[in-house]
């Protein structure tokens, strides 16, 4: 009973911080969108224990929230940041691990937020961690994560089509990703390009409908 009745406060807590995102950043808020969707894409192809590819399926989302202590000068800067700004960044992965720690959230969520961005090589960060010693949450999460962020469009950046992303992460396999994860992500690397295509034309729809609810609320004021 306990272990339901926490997984139900997890799933609560995870939308009510979704929310929060959205509120934040619209690009960030579709962005999570899909990184749960491309996880668990994932996790089913590696035939992962339903619990694993049900949980995974929820937390990933809170991969970044970390970020919410990070300036949007940062965040949003149209150019390469500098070490300084670069070294300030790298620490939303702690604070999105500590987050989750004080909010009560499992080893899964944790361990995607403090390590998907460590590099199968061990060139990655916070630890430098390699091979298996990064959590299979962490390595899934990893290579979805870079997937969408080439696709997707920002101030600081332009998008890259479906098969140049294809191309960057093949380029990485051994190295940033996991060979293994590459491979479940090549096999479905289709259904991908569907769920990021929809999910953003979906998501754009969803969020101005939203936005003119909030406009009608505080003018009914």
Not at 13 to 35: A, C, G, N, P, Q
Not at 156 to 173: G, L, R, V
Not at 182 to 204: D, Q, T
């Amino acid at each position: 009973m306990g272990n339901i009745i926490h997984k139900k406060y997890q799933k609560l807590v995870s939308y009510i911080l979704e929310f929060f995102i959205r509120l934040y950043d619209k690009d960030t808020w579709l962005h999570i969108k899909r990184i749960k969707l491309y996880s668990k894409e994932i996790a089913l192809e590696l035939e992962c224990p339903i619990s694993f590819i049900s949980e995974i399926s929820l937390v990933s989302s809170l991969h970044d929230l970390g970020k919410i202590f990070i300036s949007k000068k940062i965040l949003n800067k149209n150019g390469k940041l500098t070490k300084e700004e670069f070294d300030q960044m790298k620490k939303h992965s702690l604070y999105g691990e500590k987050i989750l720690l004080y909010l009560g959230f499992g080893k899964v969520a944790k361990n995607i937020a403090l390590y998907h961005h460590e590099h199968f090589d061990g060139n990655g960060y916070p630890k430098g961690l390699k091979s298996d010693s990064i959590p299979i949450e962490a390595r899934i999460v990893a290579l979805v994560d870079v997937y969408d962020a080439l696709r997707q469009k920002r101030c600081y950046k332009k998008s890259f089509s479906h098969e140049k992303a294809i191309e960057i992460i093949k380029s990485q396999e051994g190295k940033q990703f996991e060979r293994i994860v590459v491979k479940a992500f090549l096999k479905n690397n289709r259904k991908f390009n569907e769920i990021f295509e929809k999910m953003s034309l979906e998501g754009e729809k969803n969020y101005n409908r939203l936005k003119i609810i909030e406009k009608i609320k505080v003018f009914a004021k």
